[in-house]
Each structure stands twice: as structure tokens, then as C-alpha cells.
């Protein structure tokens, strides 16, 4: 019997894009899935179209944005009995066989794994509002890796976009309720999966990630005009360090020694001096991908 999957949308404000979205849901090739909506207080027609869906839309609440909106969803659909979650953005377009790899991925960490809590991410292709293709590939438009995943990179740079993920039962339960003071759901998760689970990628582009003037967060590109700014850009680690004292608080019981040492020294790094500071991130590898970016960040600390 075929597994069901719940594709997680958030809606708000996205008229313009949604109908798009629907469509590329609804051609999917792996058929056995449910969309559970939620909207965030849209003030156009988003409510519209998705009432002339058959799509299961959570009762009104208040405006929480995308991280408190997915966390939502997740917390809602928990009460179901399927194992499998992804997270849908209004204004992307999904490749037809998007959930079909997804999910073939996800399998085959169970059967090497068995049920320990499970991460699977994509890569995705940056497109412009016409959807004209702005780089066939996200991480090489960005320069990241997604092989590398170990906690102690993921404490400074998230390398996991949230509308490729699938996430396994045992993810969201551990990972749930998912705090305030995270800096964004798909981080949180990628953490989570990352100290107690195991997270792979499927190396393809099975999304169209759409760039535009309202995208709460969206790529970059690692070009010049991003290392100048950066460089010349005072850096703030405080969302991080306090994203890490709450993981310390959280698992606190289930962390061996010498990663509480490293969560310990890591969310207090303000009350460090100059060089101890730098000796801290060196020491736990607690940095960047690439070499411009580590310059960067043990520049500016």
C-alpha cells in the first residue's frame, strides 16, 4: 500500500501566484497525498481559490507568519496517522515528479536507518517572477554544499530550504512544538535531524523557487555585489546563539558532554573578547560554507 504524504501550504496574500502552485500539486505523478492549508490572515483572494479546491483548509487564527503558520500546520496534522510531511510555499512550482523522489529518498534512509527522525531536501531552480530561469541549480547559484550538514555547520548557516523538505513522523514528534526563538521552522528541523536523525538530499532540481519583491526569504546569489555587502555588513549572531541556547535547554538530557560544551560557550559568545570569540567558532568548526564567508565572519564578530 502506497504511503500517504501531507503537503503542509501556507498561504498569505498570494493570489497572484497560488493558482500556479495548485496546478503543479494536482499534476504530480505520486498521487496518494493530501494538502492541508493553512492562511495567514490573507487580506485578497487566496481564500477564494482555494475554496474551489477540494483542499482542506485549517480554521481561521491569527497572522503568525511563515515559521509560526508551518509550525501551526505541523502541530495540526500531527493528529493524523501519516508519516510523511512536506512543506509547500504559495508562489513555487513543483516538478512533476517532485514528491515521487522525494519520497523514494526518504525510503531508502528508512531501510538503511530504520525509524530514527529523517530530513530529505532538494535542490531547486531560482527563477525570476515570469519564471525565466535565474540558475538551473540554487546551490550553485548560492555556493553551498548540501552534503555538508553536520550540527556544528548547521549552528551558523542553514543550507535547507523548507519548500523541498520531507520530514518522517519521528522528525516532526521530536521536533515539535517548534519555539519562537528559532530563527526559522526548516532550521529548527535540519537541526533536530541533524543531531538525532539523519538528513540526505536528492541532487536534483524538482522545484521552480520563485524570486520576487515579496518573498519573506529567498536566494541571494554569492556574486560580488554579495561578498561587498557582506563584508562591509556588521554581522549579528544573536538569533543563532539564541537559537542554540534553546536547543540546549530543550535536549539538554539527550546531549553528550561535549555538545553542551560547544551550545554552553556558543550561545554566551557576546560575553567572550575579541579572541576568544574566534577561538570558540574555530575550536567546534562552527562556521560558514566557503572561504570568502569565513573571512567574512571571523572578521566581523
Known sequence: MEATVIVLLSTYNGEKYLQGQLDSLYKQKYTNFNAIVRDDKSTD????????????????????????????????ILKSDSNYFMFCDQDDIWQVDKIEKTLKKMKELENEFGNIPLLVH??????????????????????????INEFNRLLMQNTITGCTV??????AELAMPIPTDVIMHDWW?????????????????????????????GANGFGIDYIINKIFTAMNLM????????????YRESLDDETIEMLEEFSNLESKSFWQKRKILLKYKILKQGFIRNVGLLLKI
Open 45 to 76: 483572494n487566496s481564500l477564494k481559490i482555494l475554496k474551489a479546491h477540494n483542499i482542506e483548509v485549517m480554521p481561521k487564527g491569527k497572522n503568525l507568519g511563515p515559521k509560526g503558520s508551518f509550525s501551526a500546520l505541523l502541530d495540526y
Open 122 to 147: 532538494t535542490d531547486l531552480e531560482v527563477v525570476d517572477e515570469d519564471m525565466k530561469t535565474i540558475d538551473k541549480s540554487f546551490w550553485h547559484f548560492e555556493q553551498i554544499s548540501p552534503s
Open 166 to 171: 520531507m520530514i518522517n513522523r519521528k522528525l
Open 189 to 217: 528541523l535540519g537541526l533536530v535531524a541533524s543531531k538525532f536523525g539523519k538528513i540526505d538530499y536528492v541532487d536534483e532540481a524538482l522545484i521552480k523557487y520563485r524570486q520576487h519583491a515579496q518573498n519573506s526569504i
Open 239 to 250: 538569533p543563532h546563539q539564541k537559537q542554540a541556547k534553546v536547543f540546549l535547554e530543550i
